[in-house]
């Protein structure tokens, strides 16, 4: 019968430790206790980026990266863009449970009833220069939202917790269809509320002159399906600035805001659009082995490639291939496609990115969809932090139930100078003076 410890033998000391093993877990506190004398600090463990630190416990994502395994409370996320809606899964991802349809209904009401926005917020948008980027106008609003809630700050409530989630829930596409109408210069369209979720988003984006917008369905399910998808992956960067911020007890608007601007990076949720970029400087398929030949001598990256946790094809990308399919019967097919798969291809018979394990992510293929449906590159990215905004709410409402989270701050490992003597700035200059 196996332990659940392991034992460390200090050699500076020769004395033994015995450390409790809870989820194939170490606690990193037990390490203060190895010192070497009552003086010392006792040891920290140094993991730079938290490439082997849990940070928290969860029952919201389950991701094995090895395998390719990705499930939103216990349930496949293969099942449930094939059977969901994006509300329901946003009500699993919050309450843990599937909706009835009950349920399913008085939340569907909740959310839609909360779509508005206040007038402060259009004009606070109409400050923003016409070619702005979605994205800093995504953060920004979401944070001038924290100016129209002082009520959010009480975030040790449940109750006050779950009314601001259902208010950015609601609200996220109606800021999101207002970036994307300031940067073509059409007026804000007001949210339609006989809509799903989906088709009201279509509508405050694309509604011209006809007296009711009609989604189209095909359109609708696709944009449904990539929002399951995206809507959370446990605690990748921009779910960590979302607890590590809501740690501190700010408000959800703006920890949210916090999440959805390490989302814009183009290491992280940004690196859609940096794949469509990709794609246009390649052109065409025949200057794929040139760009791979860039790739692997350092000179750029893949974008869409890669993840710190799957070593396998991410499972997302799969469903993602498959709805493209959907989309371009209605659309047409998007060329950018054939270079995409191409260089899929090309790039997983190659040895560098067999031996790193490097596989097309969620990015690689949903841009190319968002173009075929009239996104430009650069609202990409918001169109991931839509649905994203329902895990990074869940995980932040988990926090708040955790007796276990205090305020999120690391230690580090101080490598600079220390006790130096002051020299006034006379001195300063005189030394400057004399060097020349
Ligand atoms: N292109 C070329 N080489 C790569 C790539 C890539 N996209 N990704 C990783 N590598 C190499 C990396 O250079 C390193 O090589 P070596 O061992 O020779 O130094 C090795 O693979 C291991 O990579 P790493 O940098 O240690 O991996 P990481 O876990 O720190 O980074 C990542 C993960 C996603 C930031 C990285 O793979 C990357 O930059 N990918 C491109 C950007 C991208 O597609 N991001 C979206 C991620 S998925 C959705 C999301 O989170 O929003």
Same mark, same amino acid.
């Given at each position: 019968m196996p332990f659940d410890n392991v034992t460390i033998t200090?050699? !500076? %000391?020769?004395r033994t430790y015995t450390l409790p093993i809870e989820h194939g877990t170490v606690r990193?506190?037990?390490?203060?206790? @190895?010192?070497?004398?009552?003086?010392d600090f006792g040891l920290m463990t140094y993991d730079p980026a938290f490439v082997?630190?849990?940070s928290c416990r969860s029952s919201i994502t389950y991701l094995d990266g090895e395998r390719g395994i990705l499930e939103y409370r216990g349930y496949p996320i293969e099942t449930l863009a094939e059977h969901c809606s994006f509300l329901e899964v946003a009500y699993l991802l919050v309450f843990g449970e599937l909706p009835d349809r009950t349920e399913l209904q008085d939340w569907a009401s909740e959310i839609t009833r909360r779509t508005m926005l206040h007038e402060n917020i259009r004009k606070f948008m109409e400050g923003? !220069?016409?070619?702005?980027?979605p994205m800093g106008m995504l953060v920004s609003s979401v944070a001038a939202l924290s100016t129209l809630y002082p009520?959010?700050?009480?975030?040790?409530d449940p109750a006050n917790r779950l009314q601001q989630i259902k208010r950015l829930i609601a609200k996220i596409p109606t800021i999101a269809a207002m970036c994307y109408r300031h940067g073509v210069g059409f007026p804000y369209v007001f949210p339609d509320?006989?809509?799903?979720y989906t088709e009201n988003f279509m509508n405050m984006l694309w509604k011209m002159a006809e007296p009711k917008y009609a989604a189209n369905a095909v359109l609708a399910r696709a944009l449904e399906v990539l929002f399951i998808l995206h809507a959370d992956h446990e605690q990748n960067c921009s779910t960590n600035a979302m607890r590590s911020v809501g740690?501190?007890?700010?408000?959800p608007y703006l920890s949210l805001s916090a999440a959805a601007a390490a989302l814009s990076g183009p290491l992280h949720g940004g690196a859609n659009e940096q794949v469509l970029r990709m794609l246009e400087e390649i052109g065409?398929?025949? /200057?794929i082995p040139a760009y791979l030949d860039r790739v692997k001598s350092g000179e750029v990256k893949l974008m869409g490639f890669g993840h !710190?946790?799957?070593?396998?094809?991410?499972?997302r990308a799969k469903i993602i291939k498959w709805t493209a399919e959907q989309v371009f019967r209605v %659309?047409? /097919?998007? #060329?950018k496609l054939d270079i995409a798969l191409e260089l899929e291809r090309i790039a997983l018979e190659d040895e560098y990115f067999i031996e790193r394990k490097l596989y097309p992510n969620v990015d690689f293929y949903s841009g190319i969809i968002y173009q075929a449906m009239g996104?430009? #590159?650069?609202?990409f990215t918001v169109l991931f932090a839509i649905p994203r905004t329902a895990g990074w709410l869940a995980q932040w409402d988990e926090m708040h139930r955790d #007796?276990?989270?205090? @305020?999120a701050r690391p230690r580090q490992i101080y490598t600079g100078e220390r006790q130096r003597a002051f020299l006034a700035i006379e001195e300063r200059q005189a030394i400057a003076a004399a060097k020349g």
């Amino acid at each position: 019968m196996p332990f659940d410890n392991v034992t460390i033998t200090d050699n !500076r %000391t020769n004395r033994t430790y015995t450390l409790p093993i809870e989820h194939g877990t170490v606690r990193s506190a037990d390490f203060r206790n @190895i010192r070497t004398d009552p003086a010392d600090f006792g040891l920290m463990t140094y993991d730079p980026a938290f490439v082997n630190t849990a940070s928290c416990r969860s029952s919201i994502t389950y991701l094995d990266g090895e395998r390719g395994i990705l499930e939103y409370r216990g349930y496949p996320i293969e099942t449930l863009a094939e059977h969901c809606s994006f509300l329901e899964v946003a009500y699993l991802l919050v309450f843990g449970e599937l909706p009835d349809r009950t349920e399913l209904q008085d939340w569907a009401s909740e959310i839609t009833r909360r779509t508005m926005l206040h007038e402060n917020i259009r004009k606070f948008m109409e400050g923003f !220069r016409y070619d702005a980027h979605p994205m800093g106008m995504l953060v920004s609003s979401v944070a001038a939202l924290s100016t129209l809630y002082p009520d959010a700050k009480h975030v040790q409530d449940p109750a006050n917790r779950l009314q601001q989630i259902k208010r950015l829930i609601a609200k996220i596409p109606t800021i999101a269809a207002m970036c994307y109408r300031h940067g073509v210069g059409f007026p804000y369209v007001f949210p339609d509320n006989d809509l799903s979720y989906t088709e009201n988003f279509m509508n405050m984006l694309w509604k011209m002159a006809e007296p009711k917008y009609a989604a189209n369905a095909v359109l609708a399910r696709a944009l449904e399906v990539l929002f399951i998808l995206h809507a959370d992956h446990e605690q990748n960067c921009s779910t960590n600035a979302m607890r590590s911020v809501g740690s501190s007890q700010a408000d959800p608007y703006l920890s949210l805001s916090a999440a959805a601007a390490a989302l814009s990076g183009p290491l992280h949720g940004g690196a859609n659009e940096q794949v469509l970029r990709m794609l246009e400087e390649i052109g065409s398929k025949d /200057r794929i082995p040139a760009y791979l030949d860039r790739v692997k001598s350092g000179e750029v990256k893949l974008m869409g490639f890669g993840h !710190r946790v799957y070593k396998n094809y991410d499972p997302r990308a799969k469903i993602i291939k498959w709805t493209a399919e959907q989309v371009f019967r209605v %659309t047409g /097919r998007n #060329p950018k496609l054939d270079i995409a798969l191409e260089l899929e291809r090309i790039a997983l018979e190659d040895e560098y990115f067999i031996e790193r394990k490097l596989y097309p992510n969620v990015d690689f293929y949903s841009g190319i969809i968002y173009q075929a449906m009239g996104f430009k #590159p650069e609202f990409f990215t918001v169109l991931f932090a839509i649905p994203r905004t329902a895990g990074w709410l869940a995980q932040w409402d988990e926090m708040h139930r955790d #007796p276990e989270q205090k @305020i999120a701050r690391p230690r580090q490992i101080y490598t600079g100078e220390r006790q130096r003597a002051f020299l006034a700035i006379e001195e300063r200059q005189a030394i400057a003076a004399a060097k020349g």
